[in-house]
């Protein structure tokens, strides 16, 4: 009787693993598509640099200089190039000056738009000393035009003045406050 209570145990212990090995196997497919599947939607970057200095020409003339403690640049249908560690924008006008300065923590430039958008700390500061502060901004290469729907905050020689929104040039010399929210003037005069 001890017998065969044991061999009950033994047979139901045997038939479990049985039962395992047959799942293991099952499961085991060599299926390219679907190896396909997954690994494509692993987006690795084609290219990555450390310390990158990128400058953009217009007829022999510097317009762009940007630098980047890290870039990694993605292909396929949408190729754009991320920068995740923050990037440094330098923008010269006709006469090869500084027209103005744009430091972020992050940015993505996507090379069918022609656009860029620098997000997280974003500071602009323009050749008047005029600053900018907001959380994201897009820069439009081909329309030469900066912008943004989120939070401004400007900063010139005599106030300060919050809104919603921001479009400018860009080298931000000429800007627009689409929503003012709040002006706070410096001078002490007034």
Request: aromatic share 10%; proline share 2%.
């Amino acid at each position: 009787m001890v017998f065969c209570e044991m061999y009950k145990i033994g047979f139901k212990k045997y038939f479990f693993a049985l039962c395992i090995l047959i799942l293991l196997f099952s499961a085991c497919e060599n299926n390219i598509a679907t190896v396909n599947i997954i690994t494509s939607q692993i987006n690795l970057p084609l290219q990555t640099g450390k310390n990158i200095e990128i400058l953009y020409t217009d007829s022999a003339k510097l317009k762009v200089k940007l630098l980047s403690p890290e870039m990694n640049r993605f292909q396929g249908k949408n190729p754009y190039t991320e920068c995740p560690k923050g990037v440094k924008v330098t923008f010269y006008n006709d006469s090869g000056k500084v027209a103005s300065q744009l430091t972020a923590n992050y940015a993505i430039r996507y090379e069918n738009l022609g656009k860029m958008e620098a997000k997280n700390d974003v500071v602009l500061i323009n050749q008047k000393g005029e600053k900018l502060n907001t959380e994201h901004l897009i820069w439009d290469q081909q329309k030469q035009l900066i912008y943004t729907n989120d939070f401004v905050k400007i900063t010139t020689a005599n106030e300060v003045i919050f809104g919603d929104g921001l479009e400018s040039n860009q080298n931000f010399s000429q800007y627009k406050i689409k929503n003012i929210k709040g002006t706070i003037n410096l001078n002490d005069n007034e």
